[in-house]
């Protein structure tokens, strides 16, 4: 159902409700009936599977920009024979640096990559508000 068809429930429903107080024939409250319950079930139905959908795109996302990173990461360093990993000094100092700074204080080139990590965020928000 398009955001213009529940827009247009709602207006029936609400032209129906106020049939509800007066007094009418059986079908027209008969009706004013089924478009409110056809109302509450289509929102209970958003409220169910929106939110849930959204945190689980959200959820893959954070999930692919944590796997992008460390995969990132782990290329930078070097893997030992008794298989843990050695980050170099270089890597340790500019990222503890940048762990410790607001993003206020980073730079453009650091802003702007925060940026476009943020965007794909709004993305999958969009996207769910798209679905609505």
């Known amino acids: 159902m398009s955001d213009l ?3 247009e429930e709602v207006l029936a429903a609400h032209w129906a409700d106020s049939y509800l107080h007066s007094p009418q024939d059986g079908r027209k409250e008969q009706a004013a009936i089924d478009a409110l319950g056809r109302i509450e079930e289509r ?3 958003l409220e169910k599977q929106l939110p849930v959908d959204l945190r689980e795109r959200l959820a893959d996302l954070a999930h692919k920009q944590w796997s992008g990173w460390m995969g990132y990461l782990f290329g930078k360093g070097e893997s030992n024979e008794d298989g843990t ?5 270089w890597a340790v100092k500019r990222w503890r640096l940048q762990a410790a700074t607001p993003f206020s204080e980073l730079s453009g ?6 940026r476009k990590e943020a965007d794909k965020f709004l993305a999958v928000m969009e996207g769910a508000t798209d679905a609505r």
């Open 5 to 7: 068809e529940i827009v």
């Open 109 to 114: 080139e650091e802003k702007d990559s925060d």
């Open 85 to 89: 990993w050695t980050m170099p000094a």
């Open 43 to 45: 929102l209970a139905d």
